[in-house]
């Protein structure tokens, strides 16, 4: 993919993913903030994530929330980059955030203007940058006719398309310095419109298509060889698989995939429909060939390496686990106890995945929730990929 002349910031951050923008969560914070030793908030990654939001229609404000930084980070990187990020090549920000971002959120055209989008956490907060518009054109709230000559108009900033030139709307004079604080909300003063967020399932919709795309990339359109249909999909979500998961599980092992397929999509172990050994062997095949992520992953940490829980599931073989280490932590699994079942392993596979199974899937009684496919826990593939781990591949599970 295309790189910067010159790289910096490249080590680790709290990065959000599209997902976190998606449903307009904050990032969950592992490494923490990053202070000091010539580094910045935000490394090479994080920058284009941003800009890349903010060339969406998302503010500022909204931004920083999610990235869990002050705005004035944000600022600086949106706003004036040629002064504070002098080296990143605006054009290459796509592939530095990954093809997530490119899927979920793809350049603006210059025609596209979608309307603004308010992600601020309090309807308080403002901001000059989000008040008025950076290339003078802003939304303006509909008023009945009768009215029309004393409202106010409310300016909203509209969505930048994505360019080498998207972040040089900027008073030449005030190039070198941050852009006035906006004076506070007053009784003169509209408050921001604050919208909905996409309901829950909205966003299981969007992932589903995201998931039927790349099965139909995989296996072609060949009708013999469908597996988009809602059925499909429904037992795919149902076992935990995603786009990102399936880019990660391409790097397995043959025999790894070739297991993992057959135990979570043959077996008829509920309500949805299962694969046949046709189905199986020709999604396994194409598994194989599908290209492994171009985003970074964090390092693997093996068991005996790793100094803390989270350290070790953040990379359990190309799966983040980390967001499930308090479930762990809760239901006793410290990482002396991950080592002790790893070493019985070799005597007896088959008892991993029932400790695992047992104690953290989702739908045991064992999982804060209780039983139920809403349930909080593990999906089924991130158990066999913990598993496999465990195993450190000592042999499949007949």
């Known amino acids: 993919m295309p790189r910067d002349a010159y790289e910096s910031d490249t080590g680790e951050r709290d990065t959000p993913t599209h997902t976190d923008f998606i449903n307009n969560a904050p990032v969950a914070r592992r490494i923490g903030s990053v202070h000091g030793g010539g580094r910045k908030a935000l490394h090479r990654r994080g920058r284009a994530i941003a800009r890349i939001m903010y060339s969406q229609g998302r503010t500022l404000t909204g931004i920083a929330r999610i990235f869990g930084v002050n705005i004035k980070v944000i600022r600086r990187v949106v706003k004036l980059p040629h002064v504070h990020c002098p080296k990143d090549e605006l054009p290459n920000d796509y592939d530095y955030a990954g093809d997530g971002f490119k899927t979920a959120f793809p350049p603006l055209t210059t ?12 309807s308080s907060e403002n901001d000059s940058d989000e008040v008025a518009s950076s290339a003078g054109v802003g939304c303006k709230r509909k008023k009945s006719q009768a009215n029309i000559s004393t409202a106010k108009k409310v300016k909203r900033r509209q969505p930048t398309p994505y360019h080498s030139h998207a972040f040089d709307a900027y008073d030449s004079d005030s190039s070198l310095s941050e852009p006035p604080a906006s004076p506070p909300p007053g009784p003169s003063t509209p408050r921001k419109r604050r ?3 996409p309901k829950h399932g909205a966003i299981q919709t969007y992932h589903a298509s995201l998931l039927a795309d790349v099965l139909k990339s995989m296996l072609g359109l060949d009708p013999v060889l469908n597996m988009t249909t809602p059925a499909h999909i429904a037992l795919f979500e149902a076992r935990g698989f995603t786009v990102a998961r399936l880019h990660a599980m391409s790097r ?7 297991e993992a397929l057959r135990r979570l999509l043959s077996n008829k ?17 194409a598994l194989t060939k599908l290209e ?16 803390s829980l989270v350290e070790y599931l953040r990379n359990v073989n190309g799966f983040d686990l980390a967001g499930h280490a308090q479930l762990l932590g809760t239901n006793g ?3 002396e106890r991950l080592r002790h079942l790893s070493s019985m392993a070799s005597d007896s596979p088959q008892m991993v995945y029932e ?7 989702a739908g045991s009684p064992f ?11 593990i999906t089924p593939i991130e158990i066999i990929a913990l598993e496999f781990s465990l195993r450190s591949h000592i042999g499949p599970i007949s």
Request: hydrophobic share 40%; with cysteine; glycine share 6%.
């Open 333 to 335: 699994f410290t990482l």
């Open 292 to 307: 492994a992520p171009t985003t970074s992953t964090p390092p693997v940490k093996s068991l005996s390496d790793a100094l």
């Open 252 to 258: 397995w092992a043959a025999s790894d995939i070739s």
């Open 367 to 377: 999982v804060e929730g209780g039983s139920g496919s809403q349930s909080p826990g």
């Open 355 to 361: 400790v695992l199974f047992r104690a953290l899937q």
């Open 269 to 285: 172990v509920d309500n949805h429909i299962n694969l046949d050994v046709f189905e199986v062997v020709m999604l396994e095949l």
């Open 195 to 197: 919208l909905p967020l």
């Open 111 to 122: 025609s596209e203007k979608p309307g603004c989008v308010d992600t601020c956490s309090s």
